[in-house]
């Protein structure tokens, strides 16, 4: 089982970014996935969920109405576009199998929202 993001980066504020996660070893069509981030020095945080029909989403307060998350079942990927990045937005972003931050994750990928 492997989880492979990428598409982090530096971002300005009011920027967006979109991370992807390649997902092998695993049927990825039945399962629900996850996003999840860790500030620096901070623990690691849910932030966004999708359900294994690819429709259902859950979203944290926090990045409701700017982070959308998505999949494709037909490629083993799942998406997060990032749209009006805060610098609060900082952080190594992780991709999840199952909707719990204790699930397998992958490497991550660094996003740095500044000037």
């Known amino acids: 089982v492997q989880l492979v993001e990428s598409g982090g980066g530096l971002a300005q504020p009011g920027g967006s970014l979109r991370l992807s996660c390649a997902a092998s070893?695993?049927?990825?069509?039945?399962?629900?996935m996850s996003w999840a981030r860790q500030a620096p020095g901070k623990g690691l945080v849910w932030v966004a969920g999708i359900g294994s029909d690819g429709r259902t989403t859950y979203y944290s307060d926090s990045v409701k109405g700017r982070f959308t998350i998505s999949s494709d079942n037909a490629k083993n990927t799942l998406y997060l576009q990032m749209n009006s990045l805060i610098p609060e937005d900082t952080a190594l972003y992780y991709c999840?199998?199952?909707?719990?931050?204790?699930?397998?994750r992958g490497q991550g990928t660094e996003v740095t929202v500044s000037l």
């Open positions: 070893g695993f049927t990825f069509s039945n399962y629900d």
């Open positions: 999840i199998k199952g909707l719990f931050v204790s699930g397998l």
